[in-house]
């Protein structure tokens, strides 16, 4: 959806660092888009 200009960026929210860190090598093995933003559990926003 990046690629064809539906979305700015894609992000994860509650990932834990090993989800994190397997999401982004998966994402550079397939050469998909990489997440843009984390959103953590306890978000002020």
Do not use: P
């Not at 064809?4 to 998909?32: F, H, I």
């Amino acid at each position: 959806m990046v690629k064809q200009g539906k979305v700015r960026a894609v992000g994860c929210s509650n990932y834990s660092a090993d989800q994190l860190q397997t999401a982004l090598a998966v994402s550079e093995s397939y050469d998909l888009v990489r997440f843009e933003s984390l959103q953590l559990h306890y978000n002020m926003i």
